[in-house]
């Protein structure tokens, strides 16, 4: 149990378009989810926390109206980077928090995103 | 402030020896601990964890790790590595509860040579 799954897993999209990565808890209910953001050898960096039926909370630093991020039921998150540039390629990551159990996020594959 | 250390950036171990990761940490309240493990291109995956109780800790894979709360460290080893070992290693913290942000170190490359 406890599966996150990501998607797409790869997405090339062209300078000045928009694209949307969806996270989706499988087989749990997950009040809480966060979009974190990767570069190449480098650590995650946490973007937003998201909370179902709420506005995410984005962490300083990133733009909330170019990573938009809708949590819209327990079970799906969606993140659309918006207007995107080639620095917004990176590997972005999901994480799902099971609600009312445990200690541990579940973490989803990561969609690796290419602005061309 | 809180903060996860790895002071290892790049490890070269040789296939069959022993291995230990570094790992310190700085959090104000009880500090939730993980090891997590990431193969390129992959997301990751969680090799064991610390919330209580006895502080040396089994994982997955053989891995273990030890907290040890006067040194503000959870090391992680391994007593004898395979060559599908070599990964990014991240060591991260968090609060009590799972809604609680993770804070990850910088990551540890590990590299095995045959």
């Known amino acids: 149990g406890a599966v996150v799954s990501q998607h797409p897993s790869r997405v090339i999209c062209k300078s000045g378009t928009s694209v949307k990565i969806e996270c989706r808890s499988l087989?749990?209910?997950?009040?809480?989810m966060f979009w974190y953001r990767q570069f190449p050898k480098q650590s995650l960096m946490l973007m937003a926390t998201s909370n179902e039926g709420s506005k995410a909370t984005y962490e300083q630093g990133v733009e909330k109206d170019k990573f938009l991020i809708n949590h819209a039921s327990l079970t799906l998150s969606t993140l659309t980077v918006t207007s995107a540039h080639p620095e917004d390629s990176s590997f972005y990551i999901c994480?799902?928090?099971?609600?009312?159990?445990?200690?541990?996020?579940?973490f989803g594959p990561g969609t690796r995103l290419t602005v061309t | 402030a809180q903060s996860v250390t790895q002071p290892d950036i790049h490890i070269t171990v040789s296939e069959g020896a022993s291995l230990e990761l570094r790992c310190n940490y700085s959090y104000g309240a009880t500090p939730y601990l993980f090891w997590y493990v990431q193969s390129p291109g992959q997301g990751l995956q969680l090799l064991l964890k610390y919330f209580s109780g006895d502080t040396l800790v089994q994982g997955i894979k053989g891995f273990e790790a030890e907290f040890k709360r006067s040194q503000s460290s959870f090391n992680l080893r391994k007593p004898s590595v395979h060559w599908s070992d070599a990964a990014e290693y991240f060591c991260a913290v968090g609060g009590s509860y799972n809604t609680d942000k993770l804070i990850f170190g910088t990551g540890t490359r590990l590299q095995v040579f045959p």
């Open positions: 994480s799902a928090a099971r609600y009312g159990q445990g200690h541990e996020q579940y």
């Open positions: 087989d749990f209910q997950a009040t809480t």
